[in-house]
């Protein structure tokens, strides 16, 4: 059965802080990673990840994928509170259902001031 | 370019009542999905359409739940009857075939049964 496990389920840091979301799968067929900010209700896309080793940047968020490991990481520098919010790690496999994404549960990222 | 249009923002119906909820995707994006995200969980797929035609329908509960998208554009999701475990954040999405722009998410319908 195809799974995607995101850890830590939560987490509470500083404004400044630097965290590290982890997200590993298992799933046959993977196309492609993406990961999305969850606020309110809407996802917002973040980044999509298809190649090992190829780091996505995008301001102070940046992130990557180990195809040979099944994980991806994504990092935030210097925190802010309106980083605050869940992020959601979500598979897209080839075949079949082409396009169906398979989400982890999410990451709750609490920022105090 | 706007964005996936989804209506109500919020419902709450008490259970064995019936609901709809509509899905207008961003013009030109021939593939539409349907997701029910329950409270702490990530959402999960309950039917995409390519075009006006079906892709996968395998976790819809066939029982009270049913979906349309006749012209292929926007799309309609219905329970009946509702019953309690279906309370949770309805999220429509859409993308183009390729995939290549990614996906866009509605605001989503909060739904609650009581």
């Known amino acids: 059965e195809d799974k995607v496990v995101q850890s830590p389920l939560s987490l509470v840091v500083h404004e400044g802080d630097t965290v590290t979301l982890n997200c590993s799968y298992e799933?046959?067929?993977?196309?492609?990673l993406l990961w999305y900010k969850q606020e309110k209700k809407a996802p917002t896309f973040l980044f999509m990840l298809t190649s090992s080793g190829i780091e996505k940047k995008s301001g102070r968020l940046s992130s990557i994928l180990d195809k040979k490991e099944l994980f991806s990481i994504l990092n935030i520098t210097a925190t802010q509170t309106g980083d605050s919010a869940i992020y959601l790690c979500a598979v897209v496999k080839y075949g079949g259902s082409q396009g169906n994404l398979i989400f982890g549960k999410g990451t709750k990222l609490s920022v105090k001031p | 370019e706007a964005g996936v249009a989804q209506s109500p923002r919020y419902k709450i119906i008490e259970k064995r009542q019936s609901v709809a909820f509509w899905c207008n995707p961003i013009s030109g994006h021939a593939t539409l999905y349907w997701y029910q995200q329950i409270l702490g969980q990530g959402p999960k797929l309950l039917i995409q359409f390519q075009n006006n035609g079906v892709v996968d329908d395998s976790q819809l509960p066939k029982d009270r739940f049913s979906a349309e998208r006749l012209k292929g554009v926007d799309s309609t999701l219905k329970i009946q009857p509702a019953k309690l475990e279906d309370s949770a954040v309805y999220l429509c999405?859409?993308?183009?075939?390729?995939?290549?722009?990614?996906?866009?998410f509605g605001s989503g319908t909060r739904l609650t049964v009581v």
């Open positions: 999405a859409s993308s183009l075939s390729n995939l290549r722009s990614g996906y866009t």
């Open positions: 799933v046959t067929n993977f196309r492609s």
